[in-house]
């Protein structure tokens, strides 16, 4: 929370490049199977907290956060108690406008409701204690749908793959039996 507060601090780590460091540690958690929860939750923590800045918030998601959060909710063998600070952190990432169009599709459609029920900027980590077992209840199937649609927004898959006619990919915005809608930006 005195993160959150101090706007000259949440400048200096936003330049001095210290989100990206941040959610490159949460990264490599996820790659380690004998992790333990405190160095885990302490980083969501702390990110959660930065997330309450819309700035940040977007950085947040620019260093590939809402990938690198996602693929770790989904880890079968994340514990209840890491769970429910992932996903308060990616509550606090959605809380922002901006992030708001690359989570619809993400979640399916109960649980995306059970995830927007929480409400903006809801701090007690018990709030988030449900929606972490919902997850956890996920069918196989329902978990490699979430990673598909984690898959189309991770910003580590390189630029070349994702060109098209000078065009940039940057996200899909939305899927329907007709096709796919992206942004993208002009090369």
């Known amino acids: 929370a005195i993160l959150a507060r101090d706007s000259n601090l949440m400048y200096d780590l936003r330049c001095s490049g210290a989100i990206p460091i941040l959610v490159s540690l949460v990264g490599s958690l996820h790659a380690q199977k004998d ?3 405190g160095v885990l939750c302490q980083l969501c ?19 590939n956060g809402v990938y690198v959060l996602g693929m770790l909710s989904i ?12 996903l308060r952190t990616l509550r606090y990432i959605y809380s922002m406008d901006r992030n708001r169009k690359m989570f619809k599709r993400l979640f399916p459609p109960d ?13 007690a ?4 204690t449900d929606l972490a077992r919902r997850v956890q209840a996920l069918s196989t199937s329902a978990l490699e749908n979430i990673g598909r649609a984690l898959g189309d927004i991770d910003l580590s898959q390189g630029s070349s793959s994702r060109q098209v006619q000078g065009y940039i990919v940057e996200e899909e915005i939305g899927r329907g039996a007709f096709g796919c809608v992206y942004q993208v930006r002009k090369e």
């Open 45 to 63: 923590s702390a990110i959660t907290n930065l997330a309450m800045d819309d700035e940040t918030a977007y950085q947040i998601r620019q260093s």
């Open 125 to 128: 980590i018990e709030t988030y």
């Open 35 to 37: 992790r333990g929860d």
């Open 75 to 86: 880890d079968p063998d994340l514990s209840l108690k890491s769970g429910s600070h992932v």
């Open 111 to 123: 649980l995306f409701g059970a995830f927007i029920d929480i409400g903006h900027y809801e701090h």
